[in-house]
């Protein structure tokens, strides 16, 4: 069965400290994919990353950072230097790829709260 | 270039009324899915659809709800005689094509049930 999960429900940080969140995976597909999505508090979805369980390389945009690791089924997001506009909830979620369809699904989110 | 869209943004309506929920995917985006996140929550996946083709409701709930993606026209996603635990917010997403394309969502419409 699939499922995603986030185990740190809320965390709070002082700006310009680096904030990393967990994620946790789990799946029978040997091709899958795994994305991270953020939810400001005007609640829209904006897309950060997607990656394939074929590739394992760690990736870096700017203050943002992913670490995927296949052995421990984790795909964790480091925010380096946080600035009070990362403040938002953010899901990891999994898609299947040997399925019918590509459906995502979701962990609970971490409502990340970046204190001035 | 435009986003998903999805209106209204913002629905209110009282208990046995009808909700009509629009999606107009992205340009040349021919894959739709509906997800509803209930108040702090992750998002549920709902309905996939193509082009006036349902291929999953796995996540549909079986009565009062239903999908159609018609040829002409954005998707809808309806809701029959709603009850106040149909509050949430739903999300449209798209995709040009599946095996793991990314998904991109709508700004959701927030429904609230009096």
């Known amino acids: 069965a699939q499922k995603v999960t986030q185990a740190q429900t809320e965390i709070s940080v002082v700006e310009k400290e680096d904030v990393t969140l967990d994620c946790v995976y789990e799946?029978?597909?040997?091709?899958?994919?795994l994305f991270w999505y953020k939810q400001p508090p005007s609640g829209e979805l904006v897309f950060l990353i997607r990656?394939?369980?074929?590739?394992?390389q760690n990736e870096i945009s700017g203050r943002y950072s992913w670490n995927f690791q296949k052995s421990t089924s984790s795909f964790n997001f480091t925010i380096t230097a946080s600035q009070v506009v990362d403040s938002a909830v953010y899901f990891c979620?999994?898609?299947?790829?040997?399925?019918?369809?590509?459906?995502?699904?979701f962990g609970k989110g971490t409502r990340l709260h970046i204190l001035p | 270039n435009a986003g998903v869209m999805q209106n209204p943004r913002h629905l209110v309506r009282r208990r046995g009324q009808e909700a009509r929920l629009r999606c107009s995917p992205m340009?040349?985006?021919?894959?739709v899915y509906w997800y509803r996140q209930l108040p702090e929550e992750g998002l549920k996946f709902m309905v996939y659809l193509q082009k006036e083709n349902i291929i999953d409701e796995s996540g549909m709930p079986k009565e009062r709800f239903s999908a159609e993606f018609p040829k002409e026209g954005p998707s809808i996603l309806r809701i029959q005689q709603v009850v106040r635990g149909d509050s949430a917010a739903y999300f449209c997403a798209s995709s040009r094509d599946r095996v793991g394309e990314t998904q991109y969502f709508g700004p959701g419409t927030r429904l609230l049930v009096l």
């Open positions: 340009k040349g985006h021919s894959h």
């Open positions: 979620a999994l898609s299947e790829a040997g399925g019918r369809d590509d459906k995502i699904i």
């Open positions: 990656r394939n369980s074929f590739d394992e």
């Open positions: 799946t029978r597909d040997t091709t899958y994919y």
